[in-house]
């Protein structure tokens, strides 16, 4: 099995994206007319892994799809941006998951049926792929909660002893519960914890960022792979919050950066976290200190927002690194409110 700078675990599902000023649908019969409908890559797992394809990383993507044309629409669109795709998994008994988002700009509503998305395990990961990753990243654990949540903490552990750091982007929780000592145990052995803000300030249970990134950096109870006893909170040592049009504050133990970039105007925001993720990590691979990675992420993810969908705007690395250049880096005081 090839190496791969980057193998990507989670979700892995078409996107039915509806653009336009007004996408609200009218229930009573009404039909409405919209910008535009399109079938796209989506599944956070997924457009992460094609947004560092395209900043030249070799990557690989474990998910889970059906037996069907919307699971054959993944594989093919994924292996034609250069994606890995010989560890999905092709469930023949279950659907693929889909998704539609009614995107308005900068803001959006998603409606997930999971399908296949859901049954991802463990199991299905293989182990020689973990050995030869330089990073694992773990998306959208909510929606694998169930069936991946219990092993991701070995699967992760696994692929840190194996040489690799790895990382967790845990995306909203549609059931509210926010976390359990699976969570905590994953975050655990994330060398990097990758929420936006309103998901770090829920993950914190936290009224503010400031009190979130305290909470979520602070000393709590390590979680081990042997203890029953679940953590007294979720912590993690490296913490990045994605903050929109505000950039990213990074935290790395005590000390705090914001990091950002002038304003663009966004078509789609579609994906733009994914896609700063992909960014990030490429940076850090490359040998890039957090503050200057978290940078490239904030260009990728701006540069994705100029076209429909979460990968069609995702750039290539020169044109994430140009925008970077012109990113800003200033303390962010640890008595600071969001």
Known sequence: ???????????GNPDVLVLGDDVTPAFGQQEKLVGSISLVIGGSAAITAVAAARLGLS??????VGADPPGE???DQLAAEGVDVG??????????????ALSRGADRAILTALGAVASLTAADIPAALLARARH???SSYFLLQDCLGPGLAGVLSAARAAG????????????GRWGDEHLSAAIAQADILLPNEPEALCLARAPTLNAAVASLTGPGRPATLTSSEPPANPTTRRLVVKLGDRGALCADGPVRHQVSLPPVNPLDTTGAGDCFNAGLIAGLLGGLALPAAAA???????????APGGTAGAPDLPAAARLARLASVRDFPAERTS
Do not use: E, Y
């Not at 990557?59 to 889970?64: G, I």
């Not at 690799?164 to 059931?175: F, G, R, V």
């Not at 490239?296 to 100029?306: D, E, I, N, P, Q």
């Open 164 to 175: 690799a750091t790895t990382s967790l982007d845990t995306n909203w929780d549609p059931a």
């Open 136 to 138: 694992v990243h773990a």
């Open 87 to 100: 560890a999905v998994v092709v469930r023949q008994d279950t659907p693929t998951g889909m998704t539609v």
């Open 296 to 306: 490239l992420g904030c260009a990728a993810g701006a540069l994705s927002t100029g």
């Open 73 to 75: 629409f993944m594989l």
């Open 1 to 11: 099995m090839s190496p791969h700078d980057l193998v990507v675990l989670g979700d």
């Open 59 to 64: 990557v690989a993507l474990v998910a889970a």
